[in-house]
């Protein structure tokens, strides 16, 4: 967007970014409400049992 002059192509883009952001929020949230959205890999845990 920084290389363009053209202000209408700016605010387009803009305006596509913030519908795309919206949905994928809506879509992240649902995901994870019905269980499907994977937990990432966590670290195992390497602690010394003393």
Same mark, same amino acid.
Request: aromatic share 12%; proline share 6%.
């Given at each position: 967007?920084?290389s363009?002059?053209? /202000?209408?192509?700016?605010?387009?883009?803009?305006?596509?970014?913030f519908n795309m952001?919206?949905?994928?929020s809506?879509?992240l949230f649902?995901?994870?409400?019905?269980?499907?959205f994977?937990?990432p890999?966590q670290p195992?845990?390497?602690k010394?049992? /003393?």
């Amino acid at each position: 967007m920084n290389s363009t002059l053209r /202000s209408d192509i700016i605010l387009k883009l803009n305006k596509i970014s913030f519908n795309m952001r919206k949905f994928y929020s809506a879509g992240l949230f649902l995901a994870i409400e019905q269980g499907w959205f994977e937990q990432p890999p966590q670290p195992d845990d390497h602690k010394l049992n /003393s």
